[in-house]
């Protein structure tokens, strides 16, 4: 509960720097006016407001799990083949992992997540069961649980690294869609990326590093 309330804490905080920043550097410019109208406040109906929180959380549901399902598939794929690979950098998504893992070592950040974070980027929720089906197939279809195998392939730096990246992390393929139908710019979607993933890596880093000077 602590660590969920200190990671909302930070992305608060970090969304109302970056916005005083880029409010006074890359988008500097005369304010807008932005004008409203807005319905009268009402007292929220107990049943519509249940209602639309169930519709909206099974949709939420279905889509982050067919979402995940098909990834998941396609991921134990590409790890588990060419056949014969007892080692996953042999793999197909060893292979494709391999490509950032040398960019990624300094934050902390192995192979497997190396691989977790390339289908993490079409929805974020898909990260944890990408590592699932990774530590899967490298553990031989074993017992061994997502936590018990994070516990020993991971340090305590590597696993809050991973927590701070994904707060500043793009949230997913759609945001940036919207993003660039609301921008209606290539250029800004782009900036957006750019600044994000940056943000991302440096806050790991930093993170990564203060914990292993700390003796975590």
Not at 12 to 31: C, E, Y
Not at 50 to 69: D, E, K, Q, V, Y
Not at 127 to 138: E, F, S
Request: charged share 10%; with cysteine.
């Amino acid at each position: 509960g602590i660590v969920m309330f200190v990671l909302y804490a930070v992305g608060v905080l970090s969304a109302i720097t970056v916005a005083f920043v880029l409010k006074r550097t890359v988008t500097k410019g005369a304010p807008q006016p932005l004008l409203m109208e807005l319905p009268t406040y009402k007292l929220p109906d107990l049943r519509d407001f249940f209602s639309n929180l169930s519709a909206r959380a099974w949709a939420f549901i279905r889509r982050a799990g067919t979402i995940i399902f098909y990834v998941s598939v396609i991921l134990w794929f590409l790890t588990s083949y060419p056949a014969g690979s007892n080692d996953i950098r042999h793999t197909y998504a060893g292979m494709i992992g391999s490509l950032i893992e040398p960019i990624l070592k300094p934050i902390g950040f192995n192979l497997e997540i190396a691989i977790a974070l390339v289908p993490g980027m079409a929805a974020r929720e898909v990260a944890v069961g990408a590592l699932g089906t990774v530590y899967a197939v490298q553990g031989g279809g074993g017992d061994v649980g997502l936590t018990e195998a994070l516990q020993h392939a991971w340090s305590l730096p590597t696993a809050l690294a991973f927590l701070a990246w994904y707060v500043f992390a793009p949230q997913c393929l759609a945001s940036l869609a919207v993003a660039r139908r609301e921008t209606n710019s290539w250029r800004w979607t782009t900036f957006i990326v750019a600044y994000l993933f940056t943000l991302a890596y440096l806050a790991a880093g930093a993170t990564y590093w203060i914990a292993r000077a700390s003796g975590l």
